[in-house]
């Protein structure tokens, strides 16, 4: 017997785990990647990516209330504020002189 | 679980806070302390303190950090 | 003692951060390093008074439709409020005088200060 | 008036509502700033003074603000040692009445910071008086840190070159200490969930482990230490009280220090009363710092050319002689200890006065620079000389009476070391006091222009003058006042 | 589902426990803010979860004022590293 | 030398401290002092005596009211303080033609567009979420220290972006000190509404038909104290940037 | 136009955050969204305001699954270059001229092309978009200007 509370577990855990795998794919770009523009591919990307399908999970989880909203307010605050960041970040790099990383010298120039 | 969590928490603690003290870069280790304060935000609201987690949030993680961040721009970054 | 100490692991994560606190406010001469010492002792200090208000498995005490026995204690929260409010006080303050001190001094490194004294 | 309930939330309030409101008097104009200020402490010295005529009436009483009865709210309590907030109202309002023109004549600061210097003198003040009237172990860090913070930044104010760096020193062990303050009192409460006063004595009479009791002992002695400046955390004295503007300078030396001591002896009396910890070890400590501090205190400061600067020194070893006077607790000792709190007070502001009117005319502060200025600031010299004479402990002075019980109390404990070590403590301090004295009546001036200079302004004279008089003549008084709260420190709490 | 929202959290601390590295090991102050500000992201995530392992939907709170103070963090610390100030002046 | 003199400091401040909190009743049980004291009361009778489901709120606004006079006090005191510390001649009124005097220092950059115009949209939102948060301290986790601490961080993020100009507006100079101070004014207020109404200071009726009225007073409490604080953070920021 | 619009999205957050319909409750959000609403849109968004007309908002609908779409493809992608033991990448700056009226649409644009696989937006000029690429390839999207000319569908005309 499936019941409805069986489906949303499962596409919880589904998502979840996604989510979760997106996340531990962003730590290992923050930490394997050459040079910091790099790791900020890794980070906007795989963050948002993470934050919003484990958020979404969550939503799926809590069932429709009103703090379903908070939760994809939450996702939408992750949605506009982690590209924000990335290039807030990437421009301050950036200005400050940062040469990015290239790969026929293996080294930043 | 609850208590592994805890004690991966605490353990989080102390790394951040060692971290503060190995920074030389004031910048990096006042944003590091952020993380602490952040950390901290969460074993408060793991603790069933949610009040005292949120302004952890609000001023340990946000105002205590900008001040710092003032401070140094206005003084130097570099730790001698 | 070691069985007393794991059990009070909560305890003793505290006494540890504010040891690493007082580290750094003795061996680090920069002046803004020294606030950061004295803020992660002051968070330790927090943490520790907000355990000692924790029950296990215990619930926020906010009471409500989904709430449910048994509550952390409330007072140690209210006090740890109090606390932080102090603490982003002196740091504001200590941050002031210290930008300050870089204007009249050119320098915030304690070494050099008392150099110049 | 007198059975009006509501004066003991009153005389905390008002100094703090009125330092809230100081930059919104001052908007139009700066000068109103001091006639506030001034406006502020006489109400509170009014409430003071009808708290302390009830107080002798009819002993203790305390106060509940938002009526929930004590374990459960906060309670505001008036005994005997919270009259002390008489002194605290009297030096206040003289220093105000004495920044009036004072900081205006500081040439560093800028004018537009000068009602934010009334704001933190009245925030000190209130800080002050809600510490020494709360019956609270939480309350009374909350008034701590007002009052630390507050001094911390009048110590800054002056802008000279190394006043921030002093301030920042003060700053950062202050903070630790209230740190320690702040554990303590969470420590206090984990073992007895309670944090009234009297509450937590009686029940940490029945608290089973006596270790987190001792430690909580320990680290709010040496947190309140550090405010106190006893010997080895004394190092932030010196600085921050030479370089502050001398109106803080006499607030500081006379009145902050002395939060410390208050602090201990309320602590004590907790512990005292709970009678669950030997106190003997503790108190012998204490007896040795304050020795050590006392001859500490006074050996440096017989080198000191500053006079500011060699007041601060004194002031060290002055804090030595009351937490010995605390620390041999027999019963004279404390009383004389006690007692001395107050005494010291009027001696120290009145020297700190004096020497403030000396700067304000010539702008020199060291004894050479001012040798001689006697001659033309004679009224201010006197005030000096009367200070001089009374700390060193003369009869009939405010000091000798202080002294006397101390050095009795040392007998009484059967430990005449320390009665020979005060007595050798006031020889150094009656050198230095000479020493000050000779340079002013004796030796011919360095500085030919200061026999030139006027008598200080009125609004600088009157304290310093008033000050003075009163060392000479209300020495005895707190001594029969305190006699039944010294009493009640050896007893238990509450009854 | 208890044990597998704690599993999901215990796995995100370890997580944002090896970004503590590349914050702490920099190269570059942008590295450790970088670092610092994934920390972050993870961390709001966890108090969704713990705010639904409590079943108290007021907890959902703090995890927005960390999501917004953690942007504001981020921006101020790229701008000082930016321009060395902070105030930005448009006129 | 000085590293073994750290050492042994670190180590008499470690050792004793362990040996006191190893000794403290035993973490997480109901039965330590802590809770069956004064906070079971708070627990068991918080709700309706305080007027307050958040029994934190209550015990900070009501039970213990006074120490949060004192907390805003402390505040307060921070940003006298830091005034005080701060102003420096330079910026005497006479010197009005700020600018000029620092024309060598070239003006900063202005901030990328992208994030200025994301705080811009963003700022409305955590405007509203900040009120939220002050006016619902006693039933939700937050509260009027909380709220003003996010519009502080609202008002630094607008003058990063926009510039210390058009943010000043937000704080005209007249209504300045009574929003630094609105604080402990509002506490002196509520106090003695309460001592009229009670005849204790600070005192909140607990009478059934005066509820309303308490509610009232506890909002009132709550945004004094949020626009207090967000105008303290606001004020020591402008400050210590301009200095 | 524009406050009536920030008022309504403002107003909707509130409902969000308190999760009630009492009275009290919606009575103090209107009030508030109200304040706040005229705030935004006299002294916050003076000149570019974000409002959208209701064609531009219904495609802003349609185009946030389409983002949505290559967020989650980015992401993959990142994973496929983290997880190769090689890493294969070759980062190039590359500037793009993209010409919008709009701040609007700028911002969306520079967060598209953060959020779309290999690249990131580095620094905005007023025409120039410089963007960083973790190999030249995955460039070709921009540099044929089929992006900005969704961006421009949605909120240009």
Sequence with gaps: MISTADIRDATTVVLAAFGALFFLVGTIGLLRLPDFYARTHAATKCDTVGAGSLLIALAVFNGLDASTGKIIALAGLVLLSSPTTGHALARAAHRTGLAPWHAEKGRTP | MSVTFDILLLLFLITTALAVARAKDLLAAAIIFSSYSLVMCLLWQHRGAPDVAMTEAAVGAGITTVLFLVAIARTTRREK | MLQALWDNLDYVAPVVLFCIGLYIIIAKNNLIKKFLGLNIMETAVFSFIIALGVVDGGDAPIMGADARAPFASPVPQALVLTGIVVAVSTTALALSLIIRIYRQCGTIEADELREME | MLAWPHWLVVVVLVPLLGAVLTPVVSLRSRHVAPWWALGVMSVTSTAALFLILRVAAEGPFSYLPGGWVPPYGIELRFDEFSASISVICLIGWLAVLYSLRYVEWLREVPKQRIPYYYSLLLLNLGGMIGFVITGDLFNMFVFLEILSLSAYALVAFSGEHIAEMAAFKYLLMGAISSLLVLFSVGILFGVTGSLNMADVATRLASAEPVAPAALALGMLTVGLMVKAALFPVHI????????????????LSGLVVKIGIIGMIRVYQIYNSANMIDLHMLNQTLVWLGAISIVMGAFFAIFQDDIKLMLAYSTISNIGYIVMGLGLSTNSSIIGGSAHVFNHALIKATLFFAAGGLIYRTGYRTLTDLRGIGRSMPLTCIAISIGAISI???????????????????????????????????????????????????????????????????????????????????????????????????????? | MQSFFWGVGIFLLVNAFACLWRASAGPTVVDCIL??????????????????????????????????LNFVITVTAGRLLETGRLAGDQS | MKKAFVAALLIITAIPLLIGVAALPPHGETTAPVHTHISARYLMRGAEEAGADNIVTGVLLNYRGLDTAGEVTVIFTALVAGL???????????????????????????????VSFVVQLLAPFIALFAVYVILNGHVTPGGGFQGGAILGALFIALTIVLGEGRTRSLMPRLALPWMQGAALISFVVVGVLGAGLTGYFLGFPAEASLHLVRELMMLVLEAGIGLGGAAIFATLFLQMEAE | MKTTQATTVLFAFWLVLTGSLGPLDLALGVVLSLVLGVWAARFLWPQD???????????????????????????????????????????????????????????????SITLTPGTLTVDVDAETFYIHCLAERFATDIATGDLERRISHVFEE
């Excluded at chain 7, 495609?59 to 190769?84: C, F, G, K, N, T």
């Design chain 4, 236 to 251: 932030w004295l010196p600085d921050a009280h030479a370089i502050a503007p001398s109106p803080i300078s006499a607030v």
């Design chain 4, 392 to 495: 060193v402990g003369i009869p009939p002075t405010a000091g000798f009476f202080c002294k006397w019980y101390i050095a009795l109390g040392a007998f009484e404990a059967d430990q005449p070391f320390f009665g020979f070590a005060l007595i050798f403590g006031a020889l150094f301090i009656f050198i230095y006091y000479i020493r000050m004295v000779n340079a002013f009546y004796f030796q011919a001036p360095t500085r030919p222009e200061i026999l030139e200079v006027e008598e200080a302004p009125a609004s600088i004279l009157f304290p310093t003058l008033l000050l003075a008089v009163l060392c000479l003549t209300v020495g005895p008084i707190p001594l029969t006042f305190i006699k039944p709260a010294a009493e009640l420190l050896l007893a238990p709490l509450g009854g």
């Design chain 5, 35 to 68: 670092a610092v500000n994934i920390i972050g992201t993870k961390t709001l995530v966890v108090l969704v979860l713990l705010a639904l392992v409590f079943g108290r939907a007021m907890l959902l709170d703090i995890a927005l004022v960390y999501g917004l």
């Design chain 6, 84 to 114: 005080a510390v701060l102003i420096t001649r330079r910026k005497e009124p006479g010197a009005k033609a700020d600018s000029a005097a620092r024309g060598d220092v070239p003006a900063p950059p202005p901030v990328s567009p992208v």
């Design chain 7, 49 to 111: 305001a974000p409002a959208l007309s209701p064609r531009q908002a219904v495609r802003l609908l349609l185009y946030i699954p389409r983002l949505l779409a290559s967020v989650l493809m980015a992401a993959l992608q990142v994973a496929e270059v983290v997880l190769d033991p090689q890493m294969p990448i070759d980062p190039v700056i590359i500037g793009h001229r993209a010409s919008f009226s709009r701040a609007v649409s700028r911002v969306a644009f520079a967060n």
